[in-house]
């Protein structure tokens, strides 16, 4: 690689905010909050919102609340029944 264009690289863990879970990745971004690995190392700490372990996709845990209540109001505003 050309020298000096390029951010720079390192190992980091990302945790998600909604489930504590905790992942290590290389990544570019960088942060001033550290924790301490599993491997008595010491890494920046990236705060996500959502990752894998919280994501509908790849838990199978989606939540149709919203459109349900969506289909509701239009079923109530047109007077349509299920029948």
Do not use: C
């Amino acid at each position: 690689m050309k020298q000096g264009i390029h951010p720079d690289y390192h190992t980091v863990v990302f945790q998600d905010s909604s489930t504590g879970y905790k992942f290590i990745s290389g990544s570019t971004k960088t942060s001033d909050e550290t924790v301490e690995w599993e491997d008595g190392n010491t890494y920046p700490l990236i705060r996500v919102e959502i990752s894998s372990d919280s994501h509908p996709f790849y838990t199978g845990k989606q939540k149709f609340t919203q459109a349900d209540g969506a289909v509701d109001r239009f079923n109530k505003k047109y007077g349509l029944t299920n029948n």
